[in-house]
């Protein structure tokens, strides 16, 4: 399990720094041209690039894990509540916040174990 929840940590980090936050930090056209459909000015494109590689650094660090992953939500909220006030497509556009956001969740419960024991699914002495 904990092999499982590096591997998919492992590719969210790779996704939100190749994908997400390098092109917002290096001004690529696919980075600005979504902040312009849903009203962002391109100034703030390192900003939010510098954030969420932040958040991603803080994710796979174990001893900051958790902090990672609530300021990633936070930071996924936004995303959707962005994408759902221009009304971007739904399942692709606007609920891949919602995606990405339980695959960070997944990736931490299944490493960590102290999070699985907040978040348990099946409760110690059930049996399924």
């Known amino acids: 399990m904990k092999t499982a929840g590096w591997v998919l940590s492992g590719l969210i980090g790779l996704f ?3 994908a997400s936050a390098a092109p917002k930090l290096l001004g690529l056209a696919v980075a ?11 100034k703030y494109l390192v900003l ?3 954030i969420e590689l932040g ?3 803080l994710f796979l660090i174990p001893r900051t894990a958790l902090l990672g992953a609530v300021l990633t939500t936070g930071l ?5 509540a962005a994408n759902l006030r ?18 960070v969740w997944l990736a931490l419960w299944l490493r960590d174990t102290k999070v699985r024991a907040v978040f ?3 409760k110690k002495g059930e049996r399924a």
């Not at 041209?33 to 391109?42: D, F, L, T, Y």
């Not at 996924?76 to 959707?80: M, R, Y």
């Open 55 to 57: 958040c991603m650094v």
């Open 16 to 18: 939100l720094a190749g």
């Open 86 to 103: 221009v009304d971007n497509p739904l399942f692709s556009h606007t609920l891949f916040s919602i995606y990405l956001g339980a695959a």
């Open 48 to 50: 939010i690039g510098l």
């Open 32 to 42: 600005r041209e979504p902040m312009e459909v849903v009203g962002w000015p391109a």
């Open 76 to 80: 996924l909220g936004g995303s959707l």
């Open 120 to 122: 348990p699914v099946i």
